[in-house]
């Protein structure tokens, strides 16, 4: 019986099944989760593929390698797929032209459950690349927009620009002529490159990266931004003046024969009248020469019919002060007034004369006149300035030469113009918005502070030739030996901008928004009006001057650097007839270069 046992050979197929059943089972296996591999490999490859596009995009625009990372995960995440699967990075293009290109490697893990059988692996990781060309060469910080002009940009002369950190970009032609000199990174036309008599248009560090003949090569940056429409929105904005309202009371003229309603306020021997704190209801208020006052405080004091002081001084104390009427100063006089919320009528200082008013809100129902040699200075506080009549009509402010005119920090407004004479010297304080309905017309010295110039008209600089001292700071910045001085500003404006011969200038844009100005724009244009630099202006700018639908011409000898910022021009068309820029991006402005991008692997 057990010799026939150990014969029988029929329990051998069994084994020999089972053990063919087991290879099967596992052949199937590792065929299910191959199918689920392609899978996931096919799909991190379409992510990839997209994350290379969008990271290759964003890169363009800003050439901030920072953006590469995250643009490229917030794509993938919007697929399921986690931050740390997603790798981005700068490289050499494979093409080998010397170009760059981006890489995107996607990552994901997938778990094994039949193959665990044979393995002790979990997991396995399934990757895919894709490398985006970069072909647009990055973002243009020069940009010429027009479609119809003969050259979006022309140079002639002895023009010197040099943009080799970004690219120069037009519509239509480029042309240069005589020695003009034009070099940047790229250079893009949606016509062609023309150069004659020894001028040229050259790309540096890279050589020959000149493309022609293409569509939109110049794209407006700033198209669409909520920033710069809404700040063109409040051009014309300004604040309604209130009016002080004053009870008619009796004359004071305070001369050397008081009536005996002042003889207790009197003191011949310093020739001074002396009032004590108190309520005063005046109806004009009058000093003779060589006579001085004092209004102790803390007073409230209205005068219904204005003041003529030609005496030697006037002071009043801490308190609300109400004019109604003009406050006129005659020359050589002095008018002091402390702290608290005034109101006056128009406001003429005479030459050599000086005139303060502490802190506190001020409304001016006229405009403000200052003759050569006369100072004024407001404390901190609110102002909003009405306009005058006769030679001072439809403006605000007027400066003659050698005058003095400071504000301190608090809202700006201006109904009217203001216009400065050569040789004066004026202060705007901080504020987020400083409105004025009107030019603002500077041929002396002005110093800007930080926030935006919302300017219903021109902004001019016809210097005079009246510069700051060395050692002037504003912003912490040395704006000795500069004219007009403006440090985090942006100046909106519907009219022109010019910046005369001579002109020497020094503003920056703010790097954001935080002090009300665009960032980093430093001066806005919609309308189409002319922006010129003239023969011999040298200045520091450093933002963005947007003008899309603006002609910008630069005359020889204007010298225009950033002083260390970023620096673009954005213009219908730009003109150059000798001087010298230099140009660099401006961050998050994209530069407005239509980049082509394409996937190489």
């Known amino acids: 019986m057990f010799r026939k046992l150990a014969q029988d050979e029929r329990g051998n197929v069994s084994l020999l099944g089972a053990a063919s059943l087991i ?41 901030d390698v920072a953006v590469l990372t995250a643009t490229a995960q917030s794509i993938a995440a919007a ?36 193959a665990r059988v044979f393995t002790s692996t979990a997991s396995m990781n399934i990757s895919a690349r894709s490398i985006a060309s970069l072909s647009g060469g990055g973002p243009a910080c020069i940009l010429a927009l027009s479609n119809t002009a003969s050259n979006g940009i022309s140079a002639n002369g002895g023009t010197s620009v040099t943009a080799t950190e970004c690219g120069m970009a037009a519509n239509m032609n480029i042309n240069t002529v005589g020695s003009a000199k034009l070099i940047a990174k790229t250079v893009r036309t949606g016509g062609s490159v023309s150069s004659s008599g020894g001028s040229s248009v050259t790309t540096a560090p890279t050589p020959n990266k000149i493309t022609q003949n293409v569509a939109n090569a110049a794209v407006d940056p700033l198209a669409g931004s909520s920033d710069v429409s809404s ?28 009536p005996n309603s002042l003889k207790p306020f009197w003191n011949s021997g310093t020739s001074t009248y002396t009032f004590p704190a108190g309520i005063y209801t005046i109806k004009k208020l009058k000093l003779s020469g060589g006579i001085k006052a004092v209004f102790q405080g803390y007073s409230t004091i209205t005068i219904s019919g204005g003041i003529d002081h030609g005496g030697a001084s006037l002071t009043f104390g ?19 007034i402390g702290a608290g919320r005034h109101y006056f009528g128009q406001i003429t200082v005479g ?78 304080g901080k504020t987020s918005n400083h409105y004025i309905n009107g030019n603002l017309d500077i041929k002396g010295a002005a110093k800007l502070g930080e926030g ?64 009300g100005g665009i960032s980093n724009v430093l001066v806005a244009n919609t309308d189409g009006d002319a922006f010129s630099f003239g023969g011999g202006s040298a200045s520091i700018m450093s933002g963005m001057l947007y003008a899309p639908n603006s002609t910008m011409t630069m005359s020889g000898g204007a010298t225009l650097s950033s002083g260390g910022g970023c620096f673009m021009l954005v213009a219908d068309t730009i003109s150059m007839k ?6 660099t991006i401006c961050p998050g402005m994209g530069g407005g270069s239509s980049a082509e991008v394409m996937l190489l692997q």
Do not use: H
């Not at 409040?234 to 003046?241: A, D, P």
């Not at 001016?364 to 001072?392: E, K, Q």
């Not at 021109?458 to 403006?486: E, R, S």
């Not at 000798?578 to 140009?583: E, I, P, V, Y």
């Open 578 to 583: 000798g001087g010298s820029a230099g140009a």
């Open 351 to 428: 030459g050599g004369s000086i005139m303060t008013v502490g802190a506190g809100d001020v409304d001016i129902d006229g405009a403000i006149d200052l003759a050569g040699g006369s100072t004024l200075t407001f404390g901190d506080g609110n102002v909003a300035i009405g306009t005058g009549s006769g030679s001072t009509k439809d403006k605000s402010i007027f400066m003659s030469g050698t005058s003095t005119l400071s504000f301190g920090d608090g809202t700006f407004s201006a109904e009217g113009s203001i216009t400065t004479q050569g040789g004066s010297k004026i202060t705007f």
């Open 23 to 63: 290879a099967i089972v596992g052949l199937a296996a590792f065929a299910v989760e191959l199918g689920q591999g392609y899978s996931a490999r096919v799909e991190n490859q379409r992510v990839a593929d997209t994350a290379a596009l969008g990271a290759a995009l964003a890169y363009s625009g800003s050439e």
């Open 231 to 258: 700040a063109i929105a409040q051009i014309g904005t300004y604040t309604n003046v209130l009016s002080g309202v004053a009870a008619t009371g009796s004359d004071y003229t305070l001369d050397y024969n008081p």
């Open 79 to 114: 697929q399921g797929i986690l931050a740390s699967q997603v790798a981005a990075a700068l490289i050499a293009s494979p093409t080998g032209d010397g170009s760059q290109a981006v890489q995107v490697t996607v990552t994901t893990p997938l778990a094994l459950r039949l």
């Open 318 to 336: 801490d308190g609300p002060l109400t004019v109604v009427g003009e406050t006129k100063i005659g020359g050589g006089t002095t008018l002091t």
């Open 452 to 515: 935006r110039y919302t300017v219903n008209g021109d902004f001019t600089d016809g210097t005079g030739g009246t510069t700051w001292p060395t050692g002037t700071m504003l912003g912490g910045k040395d704006v000795g030996g500069y004219d007009v001085a403006g440090i985090n500003v942006t100046l909106v404006i519907s009219g022109k901008l010019d910046l005369g011969g001579g002109a020497k200038v020094y503003l920056t844009a703010p790097g954001d928004s935080s002090s």
